[in-house]
């Protein structure tokens, strides 16, 4: 099973800053990875795909960068509706899926 | 659009089978590919299988002993049992929807099933 860890588990950031979230993988997921967004009582959200690609109607400010085992998504100007739950999750076993233990965006 | 509801008892007595369903909308059941996810109350996720209309499934080498899913074309649902259920099944159940090799796209809202007697 490929193992999804995510750093930091919580992360401090005032609006308007830039947050920077990582993603490593215990082995190479080539570029098959997925950022989710998540808010309290909500199903998660697909923000990114394919390390890099927005899903639709995904704001620009979010970007997903990396392949292999090493990745990160970054959202350049926090707004008050991005304070939330983040996932990573890697398909290149598709359809076994498995998912990083999420990083908190808080605000500081 | 396809939208996704997940429907079932919200109480499970352990060791008891937990049975959901999944009524999709908006969509056949027939183009797609489905799977279910459980969130355990502020945990992370996990995925515990998938389905092809055609009845193919993969399931979770960790919960495999366990889990059954299946479809029914006919009413455009797919269904979730887990056996021998105990505490550590309490969760938030998701059933999900994806267009087959790609990240699950569509959500249901989700259910809490609790594991109590």
């Known amino acids: 099973e490929i193992v999804m860890t995510q750093s930091p588990a919580t992360l401090s950031v005032s609006p308007g800053e830039r947050a920077t979230l990582s993603c490593r993988a215990s082995q190479s997921v080539s570029s098959n990875l997925a950022w989710y967004q998540q808010k309290p009582g909500q199903a998660p959200r697909l923000l990114i795909y394919g390390a890099s690609t927005r899903a639709t109607g995904i704001p620009a400010r979010f970007s997903g960068s990396g392949s292999g085992t090493e990745f990160t998504l970054t959202i350049s100007s926090l707004q008050s509706e991005d304070f939330a739950v983040y996932y990573c999750q890697q398909y290149n076993n598709w359809p076994s899926l498995t998912f990083g233990g999420g990083t908190k965006v808080e605000i500081k | 659009q396809v939208q996704l509801q997940e429907s079932g008892p919200g109480l499970v007595k352990p060791s008891e089978t937990l049975s959901l369903t999944c009524t999709v909308s908006?969509?056949?059941?027939?183009?797609?590919?489905w799977s279910w996810i459980r969130q355990p109350p502020g945990k992370g996720l996990e995925w515990i299988g998938y389905i092809y209309y055609s009845g193919s499934t993969n399931y979770n080498p960790s919960l495999k002993s366990r889990v059954t899913i299946s479809v029914d074309t006919s009413k455009n649902q797919f269904s979730l049992k887990l056996s021998s259920v105990t505490a550590a099944d309490t969760a938030v159940y998701y059933c999900?929807?994806?267009?087959?090799?790609?990240?699950?796209?569509?959500w249901g809202q989700g259910t809490l099933v609790t594991v109590s007697s």
């Open positions: 999900a929807m994806d267009y087959g090799g790609n990240p699950p796209l569509y």
């Open positions: 908006g969509g056949s059941i027939s183009s797609y590919y």
